[in-house]
């Protein structure tokens, strides 16, 4: 069966990095891509960008385009976010979620960064 | 970045009744040459990751009720929730990239 396992909880300062993982199992690494997805203690949900386990290629929005890195190790079948200069704000839930033409239908359970001076 | 709006931002409705939401994008998220739209959408229960309702715009997941369905094309989409049961109390979010704010559903 497909499983995102995300690595666990983490707690920052402001200015800080932070890179979550999500190991994949169950499928064919590389035939699909992956969005990583936050939400906010109750707040909606927020797409960080995708990308292809196959080729490495990520797009991001504009929003996160110059504090996120996203990548991905097919030996490992594992996928990374790092999310640099963080702020009060990226305090969220962030997941890993399994997308192939937008259709994202296996999510991680997800990975709370806490960012707090 | 195409935005994603969704409205109502919540409604009630009693239950057997229908429940309708709407989902515009800010630009046509048509695709060629097949003339896909790949629009999403999404239900969120409290404590849990959220669950894939429809793809494509109106492509049942597996295992989804047949009283959910999905339409719509362009800018313009629809989620309806037929005979709405106390299970489907949720958040609803529709999706092309980016989310929509998200849908409340309550029990009127």
């Known amino acids: 069966q497909v499983q995102l396992e995300q690595s666990g909880a983490e707690v920052k300062k402001p200015g800080d990095s932070v890179k979550v993982s999500c190991k994949a199992s169950g499928y064919s690494f590389t035939s699909y891509g992956f969005s990583w997805v936050r939400q906010a203690p109750g707040q909606g949900l927020e797409w960080m960008g995708w990308i292809s386990a196959n080729h490495g290629r990520a797009n991001y929005p504009q929003k996160f385009r110059d504090r996120v890195t996203m990548t991905r190790d097919t030996s490992t079948n594992t996928v990374y976010m790092e999310l640099r200069s963080l702020r009060s704000d990226d305090t969220a839930v962030y997941y890993c979620?399994?997308?192939?033409?937008?259709?994202?239908?296996?999510w991680g359970q997800g990975t709370l960064v806490t960012v707090s001076s | 970045d195409i935005v994603m709006t969704q409205s109502p931002d919540s409604l009630a409705v009693s239950l057997g009744e229908r429940a309708t939401i709407s989902c515009k994008s800010s630009q046509s998220i048509l695709k060629s040459p097949n003339n896909e739209n790949h629009l999403s959408w999404y239900q969120q229960k409290p404590g849990q990751p959220p669950k894939l309702l429809i793809y494509w715009t109106s492509v049942r997941e597996s295992g989804v009720p047949d009283r959910f369905s999905g339409s719509g094309s362009g800018t313009e989409f629809t989620l309806a929730i037929d005979n709405l049961q106390a299970e489907d109390v949720a958040v609803y979010y529709c999706q092309h990239e980016m989310f929509g704010q998200g849908t409340r559903v309550e029990i009127k």
């Open positions: 979620v399994r997308d192939y033409s937008y259709r994202r239908d296996y």
